[in-house]
């Protein structure tokens, strides 16, 4: 059974689609791939590509090889180019190949079992090379060996060439352009193969990032590049969440676990239906803040699992089963994580699976 009034997280698809024009003009003339990994960063995989799907993207990202054979399912016979960034790891080959999955290679190893899942035929393949982030990719002295050894590709179709920025969300920060010189340095070596550079906040930092598929992620879910709200990037996840109760908190009284939070004066609180089972984070106060009834209001104490206090003096409308905005439209992810210390990809990928998911 469902209770109307639990907390329920709506998922804006028309805003999806909007923010990916936005970022589209924001291109030039590359491929958007949206990235859709951990389902979508939270908000659901198979309806969000399915949305970007009509909205004209024909490539997208998943980060494990289980969230590409799902998406390929859902996809049905809509043929889209899946890229897995795991990339071909140790026994997924098969998998792989019967999902028509594209692995993101990003080791000598990886491409040698790529290669040899191939056999007689051919297969497509995409290469990630690290231009400074140290995490995925072969280093520029690996490619030289790659490419004084073509036979480990012989099979292989190079359809794509990737790199990751580590910094991009800080535009004036050296690594940017740092990692573009690699980038450009290292696929002057691969000249038949497309090129994939810019994330979200890659989008943002103009014309020297474009190569000729951008992955966007976060600001395709309401993130801004920088992590902070942006004007041209719409709120797709709104979490909302029921008052339960309200009650008048004398002077020197403390609220919630721990009794961190002292009453200062006679306080309304209302205690509303989510906590951290719910995806809210344990660090938001005592910076965190909900919408209700036309305003922000501060959260009060410790976030418990299911329950949270927020400060409701001066507000008439706070009774049981009023609607709290934990998130959304009023109250931007990135605005809520900033008060947890948190990142908005954090919070978005954290909304639990107990919150009830809508979408519009
Ligand atoms: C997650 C990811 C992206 C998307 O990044 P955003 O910052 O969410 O836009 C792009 N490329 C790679 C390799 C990723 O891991």
Known sequence: MTDLHDARLTIDLDAVAANFA???????????????????????????????????????????????????AALGDRAAAIYVLDGATPGAGDALEGADLIPVLNSLPQIEAWNAQARSGRLKAALHLDTGMNRLGLRPEELKVLLGATDRLKRLDLD????????????????????????????????????????SAGLFLGEAYRFDQARPGISLYGGGPEGRPHPEIRAVATVEAPILQVRVVPRGETVGYGATWTAPETTRIAIVGAGYADGVPRASPPNGEVWFDGARRPMRGRISMDLMAIDVTDCDAARPGAMVELLGPNL???????AANATAYELLTHIAPRARRIYR
């Not at 590359?30 to 309806?47: F, I, T």
């Not at 931007?332 to 900033?338: M, R, T, Y």
Request: glycine content about 6%; overall charge neutral; aromatic content about 6%.
């Open 160 to 199: 794509l060439v990737i790199s990751h920025l580590a910094c991009a969300d800080v535009p004036d920060h050296p690594m940017n352009a740092r990692q573009r010189e690699r980038f450009a340095e290292a696929v002057a070596l691969l000249p038949d193969a497309r090129k994939s550079f810019a994330n």
């Open 22 to 72: 936005a970022l589209k003009a924001r291109a030039g003339d590359q491929e958007l791939a949206p990235a859709v990994k951990a389902d979508a960063y939270g908000l659901g995989a198979a309806r969000v590509a399915d949305r970007l799907w009509a909205e004209g993207a024909r490539s997208f990202y998943v980060a494990r090889l289980a969230e590409g054979v799902a998406l390929r």
């Open 332 to 338: 931007p992810v990135d605005d809520a994580a900033a």
